[in-house]
């Protein structure tokens, strides 16, 4: 039950990104666009997620469409695993998938 999301742009395209749940988003603008290579980390302690909510992410795709990951995990705040979550592909097909590491 992770805190920390980071956010691993792999694909040809750049991207922002935001965690979700029923009820909630954070961070509440997205994170900065990141191009490919780039990494984005988001600590959601600081946006008052309630304790096991159960998250996922959503990739905003710069000239393609949103796309979920379709993985979700459960909030922790006292957890130090992270929620790791790659985007690859192309701008019409990414994938995008979740790893838990510890």
């Known amino acids: ?61 710069q000239g393609g469409p949103n796309h979920d990951s379709g993985d979700n995990f459960d909030y922790g705040e006292d957890d130090s695993s992270t929620a790791s979550y790659s985007i690859t592909g192309t701008t019409l097909n990414p994938s995008f998938s979740l790893d838990i590491i510890d």
């Open 1 to 61: 039950m992770p805190y920390l999301v980071e956010f691993h742009n792999r694909a040809g395209f750049a991207s922002s990104f935001r965690v979700e749940w029923d009820g909630g988003e954070c961070p509440p603008d997205r994170t900065e666009v990141i191009t490919a290579g780039g990494v984005a980390k988001v600590d959601l302690r600081e946006y008052g997620v309630p304790e096991g909510t159960s998250c996922w992410a959503r990739a905003y795709v």
